[in-house]
C-alpha cells in the first residue's frame, strides 16, 4: 500500500514543478518520504538532463541589464529547444536571474559563473539550471555571457531574441541626455547588425580580403581591367569605405538621421551635453545565431507512421 496521498502528489507536484506521473512515481521509489523523492527527482532529472544535452537548443532568450548608476552592464544568452519554452515566464525569470548574477559576480568564464550563487541565492547558477531543466524536460544550455563597465546602455528587443549592451566614457557621467543617446546606438547596432565599432577594430586579414574581392570584380569589368594594377589597388583601398559603412558602428549612417553617421550624431549629442561622449565598445547577443536549427518534416513524419 502506498505510504502517500494524493494530495502529497500534488504537493511534489507544486514545490518542483515536476509533472504528477513523475512526482507519483518518485514518491513510490521513497516509500512516501517527501525529502527522499525531490532527490529522487532531481537526480533522475540529472540524468535526462544528460540525454539531452546533444539535443538542438537554437531558441531561447537574450537578457541585457545594468546596475541602478549604469556603470556596469551585463548580457546573457540562454538556449532553449524551442520557443515555447523560451516565452516561458519562469524561463525568462531564470535569464533575468542569470544576468544579474553576472553583473553582481563578475564570474571570468562560464565555469565560473556556473559555480557562482545565483542572484542572490543559496543555489548555484548550476543548480538553479537544474530545477529549470525539472520543470521544462529540455535541453537547456547557457551559451554565452558578457559584461562591461564605464556609461552602459542596454537594449532587448521586444521578443527577447536579441539584445545590445554598449559602454563610453564621458566626464557628465549617466545622465539622461547621454542615456538617451547611448540608447539610440544600441538601437543602431541591434537593427544595423554592425560587426566592429570602428574601422580600426577590422583584422588586417579581412582588409586584405575585402581588397581582393574588389580587385577580383575590377578584373571581370573590361572598363576597369584595362587600368594599371596600381591603379586598381587604389580603387579598392577607396571602396574599403563601403564596407565600413557596412559594418562598422561608429562608421555606419545614422538610421534616425538625416544622413549624419553614428559617429557624427554622438558629437552632436555631447555637444548639447556640453562633455565629450566616447563609446567604447559595444556587445550584441543574436539568439541562436550560428546553432543549426532543427529542421522537423512533420509531413514525412505522418507519413512514415501511415505505413
Same mark, same amino acid.
Given at each position: 500500500?502506498? /505510504?502517500?496521498?494524493?494530495?502529497?502528489?500534488?504537493?511534489?507536484?507544486?514545490?518542483?514543478?515536476?509533472?504528477?506521473?513523475?512526482?507519483?512515481?518518485?514518491?513510490?521509489?521513497?516509500?512516501?518520504?517527501?525529502?527522499?523523492?525531490?532527490?529522487?527527482?532531481?537526480?533522475?532529472?540529472?540524468?535526462?538532463?544528460?540525454?539531452?544535452?546533444?539535443?538542438? +537548443?537554437?531558441?531561447?532568450?537574450?537578457?541585457?541589464?545594468?546596475?541602478?548608476?549604469?556603470?556596469?552592464?551585463?548580457?546573457?544568452?540562454?538556449?532553449?529547444?524551442?520557443?515555447?519554452?523560451?516565452?516561458?515566464?519562469e524561463?525568462?525569470?531564470?535569464?533575468?536571474?542569470?544576468?544579474?548574477?553576472?553583473?553582481?559576480?563578475?564570474?571570468?568564464?562560464?565555469?565560473?559563473?556556473? +559555480?557562482?550563487?545565483?542572484?542572490?541565492?543559496?543555489?548555484?547558477?548550476?543548480?538553479?539550471?537544474?530545477?529549470?531543466?525539472l520543470?521544462?524536460?529540455?535541453?537547456?544550455?547557457?551559451?554565452?555571457?558578457?559584461?562591461v563597465?564605464?556609461?552602459?546602455?542596454?537594449?532587448?528587443?521586444? /521578443?527577447?531574441?536579441?539584445?545590445?549592451?554598449?559602454?563610453?566614457a564621458?566626464?557628465a557621467?549617466?545622465?539622461?541626455a547621454?542615456?538617451?543617446?547611448?540608447?539610440?546606438?544600441?538601437?543602431?547596432?541591434?537593427?544595423?547588425k554592425?560587426?566592429y565599432?570602428?574601422?580600426?577594430?577590422?583584422?588586417?586579414?579581412?582588409?586584405?580580403?575585402?581588397?581582393?574581392?574588389v580587385?577580383?570584380?575590377?578584373?571581370?569589368?573590361?572598363?576597369?581591367?584595362?587600368?594599371?594594377?596600381?591603379?586598381?589597388?587604389?580603387?579598392?583601398?577607396?571602396?574599403?569605405?563601403?564596407?565600413?559603412?557596412?559594418?562598422?558602428?561608429?562608421?555606419?549612417?545614422?538610421?534616425?538621421?538625416?544622413?549624419?553617421?553614428?559617429e557624427?550624431?554622438?558629437? +552632436?549629442?555631447?555637444?548639447?551635453?556640453?562633455?565629450?561622449?566616447?563609446?567604447?565598445?559595444?556587445?550584441?547577443?543574436?539568439?541562436?545565431?550560428?546553432?543549426?536549427?532543427?529542421?522537423?518534416?512533420?509531413?514525412?513524419?505522418?507519413?512514415?507512421?501511415?505505413?
Open positions: 500500500m502506498a /505510504n502517500f496521498t494524493a494530495k502529497d502528489v500534488n504537493d511534489l507536484r507544486k514545490s518542483t514543478g515536476v509533472g504528477l506521473m513523475d512526482c507519483k512515481k518518485a514518491l513510490t521509489e521513497a516509500d512516501g518520504d517527501v525529502e527522499k523523492a525531490i532527490v529522487i527527482l532531481r537526480e533522475k532529472g540529472l540524468a535526462n538532463q544528460a540525454k539531452k544535452a546533444d539535443r538542438i +537548443a537554437a531558441e531561447g532568450a537574450v537578457i541585457a541589464v545594468t546596475n541602478a548608476d549604469h556603470t556596469a552592464g551585463a548580457i546573457v544568452e540562454v538556449n532553449s529547444e524551442t520557443d515555447f519554452v523560451a516565452q516561458n515566464e524561463f525568462v525569470g531564470f535569464c533575468e536571474g542569470l544576468a544579474q548574477t553576472v553583473l553582481t559576480e563578475n564570474p571570468a568564464d562560464l565555469d565560473a559563473l556556473k +559555480a557562482a550563487k545565483f542572484n542572490g541565492t543559496a543555489a548555484t547558477v548550476e543548480e538553479a539550471l537544474q530545477e529549470i531543466f520543470k521544462f524536460r529540455e535541453n537547456l544550455q547557457i551559451r554565452r555571457f558578457a559584461r563597465e564605464g556609461i552602459v546602455k542596454e537594449y532587448v528587443h521586444f /521578443n527577447k531574441k536579441e539584445g545590445v549592451l554598449v559602454a563610453a564621458c566626464e557621467g549617466a545622465t539622461d547621454v542615456l538617451e543617446c547611448l540608447n539610440d546606438v544600441a538601437l543602431q547596432a541591434d537593427a544595423m554592425a560587426t565599432l570602428t574601422k580600426d577594430e577590422v583584422p588586417a586579414a579581412t582588409i586584405e580580403q575585402e581588397k581582393q574581392i580587385m577580383a570584380q575590377m578584373a571581370d569589368d573590361p572598363k576597369m581591367a584595362s587600368k594599371p594594377e596600381q591603379v586598381r589597388a587604389k580603387i579598392a583601398e577607396g571602396k574599403l569605405g563601403v564596407y565600413y559603412k557596412d559594418n562598422c558602428l561608429l562608421c555606419q549612417e545614422f538610421v534616425r538621421g538625416e544622413g549624419e553617421s553614428v557624427q550624431y554622438v558629437n +552632436a549629442c555631447a555637444k548639447k551635453v556640453g562633455s565629450p561622449i566616447t563609446v567604447k565598445s559595444f556587445v550584441r547577443f543574436i539568439c541562436g545565431e550560428g546553432i543549426e536549427k532543427r529542421v522537423d518534416d512533420f509531413a514525412g513524419e505522418i507519413a512514415s507512421m501511415l505505413k
